[in-house]
């Protein structure tokens, strides 16, 4: 028993990280549209970037999110093959929990990394960094369980989740509105409750 969960631990881990690229993509495209952001909001209001930028990045970095789940649950033929011969030991909740743990790791923290850069070569207020990376690693963990009900759904469905995902993307919206609102009232110095 522990033999199997051993050994899909570190297949959860190898799969997670099968494609080099994969884990900078979400990051890259994060930090690419923060800096654009950057640049027209300085542009058009210099004045407006200290008290919008954190929501504006907060924004991206969920948008970045979502586009890094979709990755990090795309089933692929080595996948499926690994699968066969690892799981069979372990039991259906642990590799949920396993899958949702990988997957924190997998976005939280180059996403964090990500946010100290940009903090200091942006130019943004530190008042709201440590909000930020709350409400970020929070979001993760809800957009993550939404993924994997998402994914494990459509295991069962024999891989139809294009409607799955179409039903399951509004649900998204609240916690982009809830981050941002968090850190906006972080920024202006209120005492907000959430």
Same mark, same amino acid.
């Given at each position: 028993?522990?033999?199997?969960?051993?050994?899909?631990?570190?297949?959860?881990?190898?799969?997670?990280?099968?494609?080099?690229?994969?884990?900078?993509?979400?990051?890259?495209?994060?930090?690419?549209?923060?800096?654009?952001?950057?640049?027209?909001?300085?542009?058009?209001?210099?004045?407006?970037?200290?008290?919008?930028?954190?929501?504006?990045?907060?924004?991206?970095?969920?948008?970045?999110?979502?586009?890094?789940?979709?990755?990090?649950?795309?089933?692929?033929?080595?996948?499926?093959?690994?699968?066969?011969?690892?799981?069979?030991?372990?039991?259906?909740?642990?590799?949920?929990? %396993?899958?949702?743990?990988?997957?924190?790791?997998? /976005? #939280? !923290?180059? $996403?964090?990394?990500?946010?100290?850069? &940009? @903090?200091?070569?942006?130019?943004?207020?530190?008042?709201?960094?440590?909000?930020? %990376?709350?409400?970020?690693?929070?979001?993760?963990? /809800? #957009? !993550?369980? $939404?993924?994997?009900?998402?994914?494990? &759904? @459509?295991?069962?469905?024999?891989?139809?989740?294009?409607?799955?995902?179409?039903?399951?993307?509004?649900?998204?919206?609240?916690?982009?509105?809830?981050?941002?609102?968090?850190?906006?009232?972080?920024? &202006?110095?209120?005492?907000?409750?959430?």
């Amino acid at each position: 028993m522990f033999d199997a969960q051993l050994r899909l631990c570190s297949l959860e881990w190898r799969l997670a990280y099968r494609q080099g690229w994969q884990w900078c993509y979400g990051p890259g495209v994060y930090a690419l549209l923060s800096i654009v952001a950057h640049w027209v909001v300085q542009g058009v209001a210099p004045s407006l970037w200290p008290q919008v930028g954190w929501v504006i990045v907060w924004i991206l970095a969920c948008l970045s999110v979502i586009l890094s789940v979709q990755t990090f649950f795309a089933p692929d033929e080595e996948y499926a093959m690994s699968l066969l011969w690892c799981v069979r030991g372990a039991p259906r909740t642990f590799r949920l929990w %396993l899958k949702y743990t990988i997957g924190c790791c997998y /976005l #939280i !923290l180059p $996403l964090s990394f990500m946010s100290y850069l &940009l @903090s200091g070569l942006l130019a943004m207020p530190m008042l709201s960094s440590m909000t930020f %990376l709350s409400a970020l690693a929070l979001a993760v963990s /809800l #957009i !993550l369980g $939404l993924g994997l009900s998402v994914a494990n &759904l @459509s295991s069962a469905l024999g891989g139809q989740s294009n409607l799955l995902i179409m039903i399951t993307l509004p649900l998204y919206v609240p916690v982009i509105f809830w981050g941002g609102g968090a850190i906006w009232h972080t920024q &202006l110095g209120l005492s907000a409750q959430y």
